[in-house]
Protein backbone atom coordinates (compact mmCIF):
# COMPACT_ATOMS: atom_id res chain seq x y z
CA UNK A 1 0.00 0.00 0.00
CA UNK A 2 1.76 3.60 -1.16
CA UNK A 3 0.49 6.68 0.41
CA UNK A 4 0.77 8.60 -2.52
CA UNK A 5 -0.10 12.37 -1.31
CA UNK A 6 1.76 11.45 1.96
CA UNK A 7 -0.75 13.77 3.80
CA UNK A 8 -2.75 11.19 5.83
CA UNK A 9 -5.36 9.08 4.56
CA UNK A 10 -6.38 10.99 1.17
CA UNK A 11 -4.74 8.90 -1.72
CA UNK A 12 -3.18 5.22 -1.90
CA UNK A 13 -2.63 2.99 -4.05
CA UNK A 14 -2.78 -0.82 -3.33
CA UNK A 15 -0.31 -2.38 -5.25
CA UNK A 16 -1.19 -5.98 -6.25
CA UNK A 17 -0.21 -6.99 -9.49
CA UNK A 18 2.88 -6.26 -11.80
CA UNK A 19 4.35 -3.28 -12.59
CA UNK A 20 2.55 -1.28 -15.06
CA UNK A 21 -0.51 -3.06 -14.18
CA UNK A 22 -3.67 -1.31 -13.36
CA UNK A 23 -3.67 -1.53 -9.41
CA UNK A 24 -6.53 -0.26 -7.05
CA UNK A 25 -6.70 3.46 -6.43
CA UNK A 26 -8.19 4.39 -2.87
CA UNK A 27 -9.44 8.02 -2.49
CA UNK A 28 -10.60 10.02 0.64
CA UNK A 29 -12.46 13.53 0.39
CA UNK A 30 -10.84 15.42 3.24
CA UNK A 31 -13.59 18.48 4.10
CA UNK A 32 -17.55 18.44 5.20
CA UNK A 33 -17.79 21.03 2.03
CA UNK A 34 -15.95 18.17 -0.36
CA UNK A 35 -18.46 16.04 0.63
CA UNK A 36 -21.18 18.27 0.75
CA UNK A 37 -20.79 18.81 -3.14
CA UNK A 38 -20.16 15.18 -4.01
CA UNK A 39 -23.49 14.00 -2.04
CA UNK A 40 -25.70 16.79 -4.19
CA UNK A 41 -24.09 16.13 -6.99
CA UNK A 42 -25.69 12.06 -6.61
CA UNK A 43 -28.79 13.49 -5.19
CA UNK A 44 -28.93 15.64 -8.57
CA UNK A 45 -28.39 12.32 -10.93
CA UNK A 46 -30.77 10.16 -8.77
CA UNK A 47 -33.12 13.22 -9.37
CA UNK A 48 -33.13 13.17 -13.03
CA UNK A 49 -33.11 9.52 -13.25
CA UNK A 50 -36.19 9.57 -11.04
CA UNK A 51 -34.62 6.73 -8.58
CA UNK A 52 -37.28 4.83 -7.04
CA UNK A 53 -35.43 4.65 -3.47
CA UNK A 54 -34.93 8.51 -3.60
CA UNK A 55 -36.13 9.40 -0.80
CA UNK A 56 -34.73 6.43 1.70
CA UNK A 57 -31.39 7.31 -0.27
CA UNK A 58 -31.70 11.06 0.51
CA UNK A 59 -32.39 10.56 4.45
CA UNK A 60 -28.55 8.52 4.12
CA UNK A 61 -26.96 10.61 2.58
CA UNK A 62 -27.99 13.51 4.89
CA UNK A 63 -26.20 11.72 7.74
CA UNK A 64 -22.86 11.55 5.15
CA UNK A 65 -19.82 12.69 6.85
CA UNK A 66 -16.75 11.04 4.96
CA UNK A 67 -16.68 9.74 1.48
CA UNK A 68 -14.35 7.23 0.26
CA UNK A 69 -13.73 5.77 -3.74
CA UNK A 70 -11.87 2.61 -4.88
CA UNK A 71 -11.08 2.28 -8.70
CA UNK A 72 -10.29 -1.01 -9.05
CA UNK A 73 -9.68 -0.57 -12.89
CA UNK A 74 -11.41 -3.89 -14.31
CA UNK A 75 -11.43 -2.39 -17.65
CA UNK A 76 -10.94 0.75 -19.72
CA UNK A 77 -13.81 2.17 -18.74
CA UNK A 78 -13.42 1.31 -14.92
CA UNK A 79 -16.18 1.77 -12.61
CA UNK A 80 -15.82 3.93 -9.09
CA UNK A 81 -17.09 2.43 -6.11
CA UNK A 82 -17.97 5.06 -3.37
CA UNK A 83 -18.72 3.98 0.22
CA UNK A 84 -20.61 6.80 2.68
CA UNK A 85 -20.18 6.79 5.88
CA UNK A 86 -22.54 8.44 8.02
CA UNK A 87 -22.19 9.80 11.54
Not at 18 to 29: A, L, M, T
Not at 64 to 73: H, K, L, N
Amino acid sequence: MEDVTQNGFQFYRLCYRPSGKRQIDIERWQTVDEVRVVVAETLETLEAERHSSLSRIRSHLAETVDIVDASFGASLRSKWRRSWHPR
